[in-house]
Nanobody, 114 residues
Framework: QVQLVESGGGLVQPGGSLRLSCAASRSIFSIPVMAWYRQAPGKERELVTRITSGGATNYADSVKGRFTISRDNAKNTVYLQMNSLKPEDTAVYYC????????WGQGTQVTVSS
């Protein structure tokens, strides 16, 4: 497995932006899939976006056009750029990696509120 540490969460006003980072304990070059999930209070954890080792990406319909996932293999880091944030984006955001088995970060809180 791989250790994952998220950062970059916080409080932002509607329409604002945040960039989340997920630092991995090992090289991510060959990790087949890395992803961001989120869990809002009282709701199940849901997939936000994922990226393959080849750079292919998928997004939940609710974030298409607003969020962008990217990976920097040299820094062993995956990013989530979040623009045009809405109150319904409020959640704990988790980084995920599929390497042997699933690995999860501890989560970072994102709160969108005026």
């Amino acid at each position: 497995q791989v250790q994952l540490v998220e950062s970059g969460g916080g409080l932002v006003q509607p329409g604002g932006s945040l960039r989340l980072s997920c630092a991995a304990s090992r090289s991510i070059f060959s990790i087949p899939v890395m992803a961001w999930y989120r869990q809002a209070p009282g709701k199940e954890r849901e997939l936000v976006t994922r990226i393959t080792s080849g750079g292919a990406t998928n997004y939940a319909d609710s974030v298409k056009g607003r969020f962008t996932i990217s990976r920097d293999n040299a820094k062993n880091t995956v990013y989530l750029q979040m623009n045009s944030l809405k109150p319904e984006d409020t959640a704990v955001y988790y980084c995920y990696a599929l390497w042997g088995g699933p690995s999860w970060g501890q989560g970072t809180q994102v709160t969108v509120s005026s």
